[in-house]
């Protein structure tokens, strides 16, 4: 569990941006499978997380079509929030960070961290606006 001093800003960089932090499996069960569309970020306090992964899902964010619903979880602190997000994409192994963009409660669209690190957050950015543009 990281103290909650250390996590504060990685956790308003994305609740700045509009993602609502979720913190109970009920929160994120009730997230997932409203109508629509809803962005999940697996937030995390490595450096992939900072240089990639939350500068895409915000700039993935100013594209025509954009999810219903961004929420966000933070690895290593809501540890039932994330544990209830990861059940909800399967088959996909558990990582983070990581993305996962629900329709209608149904998982159309994943990013595991092999796609994030070392990955400029520009082409995250784009895996993330071609899967809006298909589902959203």
Known sequence: MYPAEL????????ASAGFEELYTAEAVENAIKQQGTT????????????????????MSLRNEKTPDHTVTVFAGVDTEAVNAARNLMVPFPPSSPSMALFKDGELVHMIERHHIEGRPAEMIAENLVLAYNDFC
């Open 7 to 14: 996590v504060k800003p990685m956790r308003d960089d994305l």
């Open 39 to 58: 962005l999940v970020v697996v937030n995390s306090v490595c450096g992939c997380a900072a240089a990639n992964a939350r500068p895409a899902a915000k």
